[in-house]
């Protein structure tokens, strides 16, 4: 046909049985379109599979068929074996099955003579019956175990279907082998064409109704096997041949959509029939030869007996092939088999004698004799282990011991023993310290308790109850191994209380923090040196240990022994919980980045204990305490916000050295060590080698003192007299004070002792001001509080006054009295420096900052009037230079009636402002006034000035910082120890009144505090200054200096 086809140039479709390699030539049958696969692409599918399950012997088994249809697809597989260079199989058997019942045991010799040679077997076997029996007879051969497996090939896309929807193990109905053909099945592999049909109901239609429809057109069969088909289920080729239908009415459909002249052309159909489709045999590609695109499936049983594929093979006629795995693990494919794949030869061989031995067979006596030396050796060894685990165990237990205290042998030392050692530490070094001095050990060890431990003092820091592990008993144990002249003696924690005690070695003179606190001691530069080189190196060692850091560095922390050597303590803790009650203060030691964060003592690196030690220093070579807190106006809180917000204008603390001659090389190195970039701060290693070059002379410290005390001895005349030349000194220093408390020429009448006659002038302007809600103010704050405000606010209004050459009668609690034109006159020019002054004052108060009180705002009430007035001395003990007449009342009147933030003035104030300086100032007049004790004035304003009308000098506007950081320059240069008391405030006024007006009513204030200040007079110069006899005047002055010195301290 296919032959007749080629002469006639006709097309035609193959389809059934059609499967041999032979048609797959297009040169010899180029009108043949073939709807079957070729068994020759099945036969190099297979190598492949062989290939990649490493097998190489198999057995051909074939169906015996009169049609020869499955003879020739073995003879294409083995043709494929034989041409596929990549991978050799060896055909061990090639055999035919026997058909029918009575050839049972020729098919019993074909399946024993497979056993003896191989266990991968090969079937080509296409209808029910013989699959049926192949299955029965592989069961009663024992040949299905995990060593057999069993590959069926088709060409017919059924796989485990024997006819219609029935498994291939089933008949109907059961002969009782049904149960045991289905566990048969388990071991079976089928390669056969994609079963896939997309249109599944469709299938099912054409299956049930397929053959009914044999006898209708266009088949019209009228045989009497084709009227009885509706009754049995269609052969599985039924489905080619549709497919060969809907192929060829695919190809007719193209034609006639595209080109209907074609219609009688062979070789147009046989081209259009060159496409791919969904059929009933799964999907159906025609290539260029006309050959279909076999796309096969390699089908095995789940575990739930349904067929599953996987492995997908497509394999072309021209060698090129595609494996797609449909599984990810290899075991599923085996899961009857256990999860191993079958191997080609047995490990037993094929008949089961060759077993290889086993390891116990071969083997065993000598595991036996090397298992007992193993035994007894790993006996010998765990005893051995667990001996020097035990003996580490003793061992770590006597070292814990050595840094483990009892809390029974802490005992706390009587009081007169802390009294006795307390003297011993502060008068056996260089201090000043009369014999009456008492201390007791709080004070030389405030942040330290001292308790006896075997009848010699320690000192001990308390810390709550923790948890400790293995690794904090080890670091106790290096910590107490820890030895260096600069690092003070861990001896151990006691545990076994209600809080843990940390125990250190006393160090007699206490900690560095309490002796600069107590400010009794001199010390030299030499000193200064020793203690700051002896904390570097400390802390270079602890450094250079497994600490690595301190992490606690403070003047607190700093201890100072009989030879006045310092030792660092308080290191290696930081796993322990703070003490308990930690003071904030420390955080005026930490360095900026620790503030910042969330760092725990044990976090901190190295750069910080270098900042440490730079503010330790500083405190060394200033001799006060961490950034002078006893002297500054800043509390912690807020030196701790400056020095952690950073910024360009960073906080540091003073180096005011106070005359002490010290290397500036010192001094640029602790700044260095407090840069804000940790980075750039030195190491101790360092710091260390720079102090050593620095050190003014060698030696060491014990030697330098003696040196002293023997200097002292020698130069007691020289320093006699060198004393004596002070007290001249501060003599001249007493008449500086006493020039300021009275006006110069009135001072000088006074000291020659000439009585001041009381002198008129015809025109004055006085300036009466007043703090607004003092009162309420007062109560917001401690009598110090009060105190240090007005002495701040004073302070700074006295600078004013010399810039306006105005004279300060006196201050009254919070009332402030100033005159001009007295006891100098100056003309008209009063109003104009009253008015200035007043400005000043009022620019001043808008900027003054309360600094406990940084909400709150200080208003002043002025009042001003011109006029004549009398000035003179009134009294002998505590003389006064007072203003007498109607004009001070009159002002008192202006200033009690006033606003606040305004100043006041009275029509004769007024008048002379606008007579002499007009247009110079904005003024508005307030009207009519009830004054009590003068009855209804007209009063005016004074608001600002008027810069179109006046010069540049009067344009400056009143700075008072700088003015008043240039006064107290000035006042350094002239006198840097010129200290006195402010006015108590029941001190009564200095001006008179008329006799039918009321005085002037005080407003009351807060009690009077014993803190001097700069700028205050005290009043034992006062009373010097009435003497004028020298010998008073001596005895005057040793009084003043003995009350500065208890003021001071």
Same mark, same amino acid.
């Given at each position: 046909?296919?032959?007749?086809? @080629?002469?006639?140039?006709?097309?035609?479709?193959?389809?059934?049985?059609?499967?041999?390699?032979?048609?797959?030539?297009?040169?010899?049958?180029?009108?043949?379109?073939?709807?079957?696969?070729?068994?020759?692409?099945?036969?190099?599918?297979?190598?492949?599979?062989?290939?990649?399950?490493?097998?190489?012997?198999?057995?051909?088994?074939?169906?015996?068929?009169?049609?020869?249809?499955?003879?020739?697809?073995?003879?294409?597989?083995?043709?494929?074996?034989?041409?596929?260079?990549?991978?050799? %199989?060896?055909?061990?058997?090639?055999?035919?099955?026997?058909?029918?019942?009575?050839?049972?045991?020729?098919?019993?010799?074909?399946?024993?003579?497979?056993?003896?040679?191989?266990?991968?077997?090969?079937?080509?076997?296409? @209808?029910?019956?013989?699959?049926?029996?192949?299955?029965?007879?592989?069961?009663?051969?024992?040949?299905?175990?995990?060593?057999?497996?069993?590959?069926?090939?088709?060409?017919?896309?059924?796989?485990?279907?024997?006819?219609?929807?029935?498994?291939?193990?089933?008949?109907?109905?059961?002969?009782?082998?049904?149960?045991?053909?289905?566990?048969?099945? @388990?071991?079976?592999?089928?390669?056969?064409?994609?079963?896939? %049909?997309?249109?599944?109901?469709?299938?099912?239609?054409?299956?049930?109704?397929?053959?009914?429809?044999?006898?209708?057109?266009?088949?019209?069969?009228?045989?009497?096997?084709?009227?009885?088909?509706?009754?049995? /289920?269609?052969?599985?080729?039924?489905?080619?041949?549709?497919?060969?239908?809907?192929?060829?009415?695919?190809?007719?459909?193209?034609?006639?959509?595209?080109?209907?002249?074609?219609?009688?052309?062979?070789?147009?159909?046989?081209?259009?029939?060159?496409?791919?489709?969904?059929?009933?045999?799964?999907?159906?590609?025609?290539?260029?030869?006309?050959?279909?695109?076999?796309?096969?499936?390699?089908?095995?049983?789940?575990?739930?007996?349904?067929?599953?594929?996987?492995?997908?093979?497509?394999?072309?006629?021209?060698?090129?092939?595609?494996?797609?795995?449909?599984?990810?693990?290899?075991?599923?494919?085996?899961?009857?088999?256990?999860?191993?794949?079958?191997?080609?030869?047995?490990?037993?061989?094929?008949?089961?004698?060759?077993?290889?031995?086993?390891?116990?067979?071969?083997?065993?006596?000598?595991?036996?004799?090397?298992?007992?030396?193993?035994?007894?050796?790993?006996?010998?060894?765990?005893?051995?282990?667990?001996?020097?685990?035990?003996?580490?165990?003793?061992?770590?237990?006597?070292?814990?011991?050595?840094?483990?205290?009892?809390?029974?042998?802490?005992?706390? /030392?009587?009081?007169?023993?802390?009294?006795?050692?307390?003297?011993?530490?502060?008068?056996?070094?260089?201090?000043?310290?009369?014999?009456?001095?008492?201390?007791?050990?709080?004070?030389?060890?405030?942040?330290?308790?001292?308790?006896?431990?075997?009848?010699?003092?320690?000192?001990?820091?308390?810390?709550?109850?923790?948890?400790?592990?293995?690794?904090?008993?080890?670091?106790?144990?290096?910590?107490?191994?820890?030895?260096?002249?600069?690092?003070?003696?861990?001896?151990?924690?006691?545990?076994?209380?209600?809080?843990?005690?940390?125990?250190?070695?006393?160090?007699?003179?206490?900690?560095?923090?309490?002796?600069?606190?107590?400010?009794?001691?001199?010390?030299?530069?030499?000193?200064?040196?020793?203690?700051?080189?002896?904390?570097?190196?400390?802390?270079?060692?602890?450094?250079?240990?497994?600490?690595? %850091?301190?992490?606690?560095?403070?003047?607190?922390?700093?201890?100072?022994?009989?030879?006045?050597?310092?030792?660092?303590?308080?290191?290696?803790?930081?796993?322990?919980?703070?003490?308990?009650?930690?003071?904030?203060?420390?955080?005026?030691?930490?360095?900026?980045?620790?503030?910042?964060?969330?760092?725990?003592?044990?976090?901190?690196?190295?750069?910080?204990?270098?900042?440490?030690?730079?503010?330790?220093?500083?405190?060394?070579?200033?001799?006060?305490?961490?950034?002078?807190?006893?002297?500054?106006?800043?509390?912690?809180?807020?030196?701790?916000?400056?020095?952690?917000?950073?910024?360009?204008?960073?906080?540091? !603390?003073?180096?005011?050295?106070?005359?002490?001659?010290?290397?500036?090389?010192?001094?640029?190195?602790?700044?260095?060590?407090?840069?804000?970039?940790?980075?750039?701060?030195?190491?101790?290693?360092?710091?260390?080698?720079?102090?050593?070059?620095?050190?003014?002379?060698?030696?060491?410290?014990?030697?330098?003192?003696?040196?002293?005390?023997?200097?002292?001895?020698?130069?007691?005349?020289?320093?006699?007299?060198?004393?004596?030349?002070?007290?001249?000194?501060?003599?001249?220093?007493?008449?500086?004070?006493?020039?300021?408390?009275?006006?110069?020429?009135?001072?000088?009448?006074?000291?020659?002792?000439?009585?001041?006659?009381?002198?008129?002038?015809?025109?004055?302007?006085?300036?009466?001001?007043?703090?607004?809600?003092?009162?309420?103010?007062?109560?917001?704050?401690?009598?110090?509080?009060?105190?240090?405000?007005?002495?701040?606010?004073?302070?700074?209004?006295?600078?004013?006054?010399?810039?306006?050459? %105005?004279?300060?009668?006196?201050?009254?609690?919070?009332?402030?009295?100033?005159?001009?034109?007295?006891?100098?006159?100056?003309?008209?020019?009063?109003?104009?420096?009253?008015?200035?002054?007043?400005?000043?004052?009022?620019?001043?108060?808008?900027?003054?900052?309360? /600094?406990?009180?940084?909400?709150?705002?200080?208003?002043?009430?002025?009042?001003?009037?011109?006029?004549?007035?009398?000035?003179?001395?009134?009294?002998?003990?505590?003389?006064?230079?007072?203003?007498?007449?109607?004009?001070?009342?009159?002002?008192?009147?202006?200033?009690?009636?006033?606003?606040?933030?305004?100043?006041?003035?009275?029509?004769?104030?007024?008048?002379?402002?606008?007579?002499?300086?007009?247009?110079?100032?904005?003024?508005?007049?307030?009207?009519?006034?009830?004054?009590?004790?003068?009855?209804?004035?007209? @009063?005016?304003?004074?608001?600002?000035?008027?810069?179109?009308?006046?010069?540049?000098?009067?344009?400056?506007?009143?700075? !008072?910082?700088?003015?008043?950081?240039?006064?107290?320059?000035?006042?350094?240069?002239?006198?840097?120890?010129?200290?006195?008391?402010?006015?108590?405030?029941?001190?009564?006024?200095?001006?008179?009144?008329?006799?039918?007006?009321?005085?002037?009513?005080?407003?009351?204030?807060?009690?009077?505090?014993?803190?001097?200040?700069?700028?205050?007079?005290?009043?034992?110069?006062?009373?010097?200054?009435?003497?004028?006899?020298?010998?008073?005047?001596?005895?005057?002055?040793?009084?003043?200096?003995?009350?500065?010195?208890?003021?001071?301290?």
């Amino acid at each position: 046909m296919a032959t007749m086809a @080629t002469y006639y140039s006709t097309p035609l479709l193959a389809w059934g049985l059609v499967t041999n390699s032979k048609f797959t030539d297009a040169e010899r049958y180029p009108y043949l379109t073939n709807i079957m696969a070729n068994s020759l692409s099945l036969g190099f599918s297979l190598v492949k599979l062989f290939e990649m399950m490493d097998w190489d012997r198999v057995a051909l088994l074939y169906e015996d068929s009169a049609q020869d249809y499955p003879l020739s697809i073995v003879n294409d597989v083995e043709t494929a074996i034989n041409e596929y260079d990549d991978y050799s %199989v060896n055909v061990v058997v090639k055999q035919v099955i026997p058909s029918g019942d009575l050839n049972d045991a020729q098919y019993i010799s074909v399946l024993n003579r497979i056993k003896s040679r191989c266990r991968v077997i090969v079937a080509v076997i296409q @209808t029910a019956t013989p699959r049926r029996k192949y299955l029965r007879m592989i069961t009663e051969q024992n040949m299905v175990n995990d060593e057999y497996v069993h590959i069926w090939l088709g060409l017919r896309s059924i796989g485990f279907v024997s006819s219609g929807l029935t498994p291939v193990w089933e008949v109907s109905p059961d002969d009782g082998w049904n149960e045991r053909a289905k566990v048969a099945a @388990t071991r079976l592999l089928v390669m056969d064409l994609s079963t896939d %049909v997309p249109d599944v109901n469709y299938l099912n239609t054409f299956t049930s109704q397929c053959g009914a429809q044999v006898v209708n057109p266009p088949v019209s069969c009228e045989t009497e096997q084709c009227k009885n088909a509706s009754t049995s /289920p269609p052969s599985a080729f039924a489905r080619s041949l549709h497919d060969v239908f809907y192929l060829y009415g695919l190809a007719i459909t193209n034609i006639y959509n595209t080109n209907p002249a074609n219609l009688a052309n062979g070789q147009a159909i046989n081209d259009a029939m060159q496409l791919t489709f969904a059929g009933l045999t799964g999907e159906v590609s025609i290539n260029a030869n006309n050959t279909r695109v076999p796309k096969l499936m390699l089908y095995a049983l789940n575990e739930n007996y349904d067929q599953a594929s996987f492995m997908n093979l497509t394999y072309s006629l021209d060698g090129g092939a595609s494996v797609s795995l449909a599984y990810t693990n290899e075991a599923s494919l085996w899961f009857w088999y256990n999860g191993r794949r079958p191997m080609s030869i047995p490990i037993c061989g094929f008949l089961g004698t060759e077993c290889p031995q086993t390891f116990v067979d071969q083997y065993g006596a000598l595991v036996f004799s090397i298992g007992g030396v193993l035994i007894f050796a790993m006996l010998f060894i765990i005893t051995c282990f667990f001996y020097v685990l035990r003996q580490r165990k003793l061992e770590r237990d006597r070292i814990d011991a050595e840094w483990q205290i009892p809390l029974v042998k802490l005992q706390v /030392p009587p009081k007169r023993e802390k009294e006795r050692m307390s003297k011993r530490s502060i008068q056996s070094g260089p201090s000043n310290i009369t014999d009456t001095s008492k201390m007791t050990f709080d004070n030389t060890f405030s942040n330290y308790s001292i308790f006896y431990l075997d009848k010699e003092p320690v000192l001990s820091t308390a810390h709550p109850a923790s948890n400790l592990d293995r690794s904090d008993y080890d670091t106790f144990v290096k910590l107490r191994k820890l030895d260096h002249d600069n690092i003070n003696k861990f001896i151990g924690l006691s545990i076994d209380g209600a809080e843990y005690m940390a125990v250190w070695k006393m160090c007699m003179r206490g900690s560095l923090q309490d002796i600069i606190g107590q400010g009794n001691f001199s010390i030299d530069p030499f000193f200064m040196f020793c203690v700051i080189r002896d904390m570097a190196e400390g802390l270079k060692y602890l450094h250079n240990s497994f600490l690595h %850091v301190h992490a606690n560095l403070r003047s607190g922390t700093v201890l100072i022994n009989e030879s006045w050597q310092a030792k660092l303590t308080d290191f290696g803790l930081g796993n322990l919980a703070e003490e308990k009650k930690p003071m904030k203060r420390r955080q005026l030691w930490m360095a900026p980045e620790v503030i910042r964060g969330t760092l725990l003592p044990h976090q901190v690196e190295k750069p910080a204990d270098i900042y440490s030690l730079a503010i330790i220093a500083s405190e060394v070579l200033t001799r006060k305490e961490a950034w002078n807190m006893s002297e500054r106006k800043d509390t912690v809180d807020e030196i701790v916000y400056r020095i952690k917000k950073g910024g360009p204008n960073l906080i540091r !603390p003073d180096l005011d050295m106070d005359g002490v001659e010290i290397n500036h090389s010192l001094l640029v190195l602790i700044r260095d060590c407090w840069s804000e970039d940790p980075m750039d701060r030195p190491g101790a290693d360092i710091i260390c080698n720079l102090l050593k070059n620095m050190m003014p002379k060698k030696g060491n410290l014990m030697d330098h003192v003696f040196n002293i005390l023997e200097d002292y001895t020698t130069n007691l005349e020289v320093e006699v007299e060198d004393r004596t030349k002070e007290l001249t000194a501060e003599k001249k220093k007493a008449d500086v004070l006493l020039g300021r408390m009275l006006p110069k020429q009135v001072a000088e009448r006074l000291k020659q002792g000439q009585t001041v006659e009381p002198e008129g002038f015809d025109s004055v302007t006085v300036f009466f001001s007043d703090v607004v809600k003092f009162t309420q103010l007062s109560q917001k704050c401690s009598p110090f509080q009060v105190v240090n405000l007005l002495n701040d606010l004073y302070s700074n209004f006295d600078a004013i006054i010399e810039e306006h050459g %105005v004279y300060k009668v006196e201050s009254i609690g919070d009332g402030y009295l100033c005159v001009s034109g007295l006891p100098q006159r100056n003309g008209n020019a009063h109003i104009k420096s009253i008015v200035e002054l007043s400005l000043d004052f009022m620019a001043y108060c808008k900027a003054f900052k309360i /600094p406990h009180l940084p909400r709150e705002k200080v208003e002043l009430r002025v009042g001003v009037n011109s006029g004549p007035c009398v000035a003179g001395v009134v009294g002998l003990s505590m003389p006064r230079y007072c203003l007498f007449g109607d004009t001070v009342n009159t002002a008192s009147r202006m200033e009690s009636n006033g606003k606040p933030s305004h100043i006041h003035l009275s029509a004769a104030a007024y008048t002379l402002l606008m007579k002499h300086y007009p247009n110079q100032y904005n003024t508005a007049s307030r009207g009519d006034v009830i004054i009590k004790g003068k009855g209804v004035m007209e @009063t005016f304003w004074v608001f600002e000035r008027n810069n179109q009308f006046m010069g540049n000098s009067s344009n400056m506007a009143y700075n !008072p910082e700088n003015k008043k950081k240039q006064k107290n320059d000035d006042e350094d240069d002239e006198d840097d120890s010129s200290d006195g008391s402010s006015r108590a405030p029941n001190t009564p006024p200095m001006h008179d009144v008329k006799a039918n007006s009321p005085p002037r009513q005080r407003k009351p204030g807060p009690p009077s505090s014993p803190t001097f200040s700069k700028r205050s007079v005290s009043p034992i110069l006062e009373e010097k200054a009435r003497e004028i006899h020298n010998e008073e005047t001596e005895a005057l002055y040793r009084q003043f200096r003995r009350q500065e010195t208890l003021a001071l301290m």
